[in-house]
């Protein structure tokens, strides 16, 4: 008889199973791909590993700002994919170490959920069956495809996050469909390597729910970078290597390609292990198409001794929402107080520059109905960023209410505003009012200095 039984060894199993085995539960992982999931082998890292060989060689070629040079900088492909499997490998191994130093057995198979009853949660995975006192369903997501016309037809032109991170050779020109997270994210990593991309967006703006003035900084910096953006544009149809689309105006479009990358969204992995064999509840989109298993606060499914975590609950699709989800769940288990939180989940866009954000925007401020203020200042405020940034474009901005000078919301836009962001996640997180941010040293020289100049900027 296991504790814990889960479904799924991405961010969101992994990490509750570590957690549960530290406590002293006796857990089992079932994981038929390989243990760090989609993030760890197809998304976050090596996406990241990528996005930073191109920034160095981005330095090689403009070091001449700095008063270094290098003649004739170059790169070499398959040394960079090379070098994000080698990652990717390393990382792997680590999650196995840290599963095997938990005392977590780990199943590399294909699991099923066959009922509930008064023995326990029946799994079963490759003829043998477990069972367990709690389930945790942590599977993930997969790319949203559209059926766009002639899409089939095209064959290996077509590549999703996946494939195009197996890619032996860089394409020429790119066309990218959709203009969130991941497009942006390769299609910096491309254009810096010289490809010509194209991204076609639906909205009116990339990066869709993020702040609207720092997307639009965003689209600015790389449409000088020569990325072309075709906004208000909807996809009709794929015709081989082009794409044909509307153009806001209603006039039919086409753009081709060496490669088109789909990256329109992600869908909740819901179906193939047996959810429906207990009743699970789901949670459904408008057109009343389950997009999602319906959890509570704790992670509580409907059914009791059954939990899921991660982008199956179809809510909050980010590895690091994933993480503190699946500890809610253990920690629930385990008889501790804890539920979850949404306020302060960081959104991060891994460009050159970076782009960072948490809690309100601008925009969902002023849809709240709630009074507030907001102030910014160039991130060159920051002798750090000034330092590091020759020519560097950025911007720093925290919401707050008008009452309580609480803080709403943090926003940023220049490097490295991934590693800084976290500041406005605690400020958020335990409700810190703008005085109290005052009052917080940051060390100096560092970018996140900008932090306490706009705190101070607010009168």
Sequence with gaps: ??????????????????????????????????????????????????????????????????????????????????????????????????????????????????????EGIHVEAAGQEYVGRNLLVCTGSEAAVPPFPGLKEAGDVIVTNREILSLEERPEELVVIG??????????????????????????????????????????????????????????????????????????????????????????????????????????????????IKVDDRMRTNIPGIYAAGDVTGFSMLAHTASREGEVAVNNILGKEDHMRYDAIPGIVYTNPEVAGVGLTEEQAAASGKEYSVVKLPMAFSGRFVAENEGGEGICKIIVGKKHHEVLGMHMLGNPCSEIIQSGCIAIETEMTLEQLREIVFPHPTVSEIIKEVAFSIK
Excluded: W
Excluded at 64 to 74: I, K, L, N, R, T
Excluded at 75 to 100: D, P, Q, S, T
Excluded at 232 to 239: C, L, N, P
């Design 179 to 292: 203009g969130g997270v991941i497009g942006m994210e390769f299609a910096a990593f491309y254009s810096t390597l010289g490809t010509k991309v194209t991204v076609i967006e639906m909205l009116p703006k990339i990066l869709g729910p993020l702040d609207d003035e720092i997307s639009s900084l965003l689209q600015k910096i790389y449409a000088k970078k020569g990325v072309t953006f075709c906004l208000r544009s909807k996809v009709t149809g794929i015709e081989g290597n082009t794409v044909v689309y509307e153009d806001p105006d209603g006039n039919v479009q086409r753009v081709s390609g060496d490669k088109i990358l789909v990256s329109v969204g992600r869908r909740a992995n819901l179906q193939g292990f047996g959810l429906e064999n207990i009743g699970v509840a789901f949670l459904e989109n408008k057109a009343g198409k389950p997009v999602g």
């Design 1 to 118: 008889m296991y504790d814990l039984m889960i479904i799924g060894g991405g961010p969101g199993g992994y990490v509750a199973a570590e957690r549960a085995g530290a406590a002293g539960l006796k857990v089992v992982l079932f994981e038929r791909k390989s243990l760090g999931g989609v993030c760890l082998n197809e998304g976050c890292i090596p996406t990241k590993t990528l996005l930073y060989s191109a920034k160095v060689y981005n330095y090689a070629k403009t070091g001449d700002h700095y008063g270094v040079y290098s003649a004739e900088p170059e790169f070499k492909y398959g040394e960079i994919v090379a070098r994000k499997n080698k990652v990717v490998k390393k990382l792997v191994g680590g999650v196995k170490a840290a599963m095997r130093g938990n005392g977590v057995e780990v199943v590399a198979e294909s699991a099923n959920i066959l009922r509930r009853d008064s």
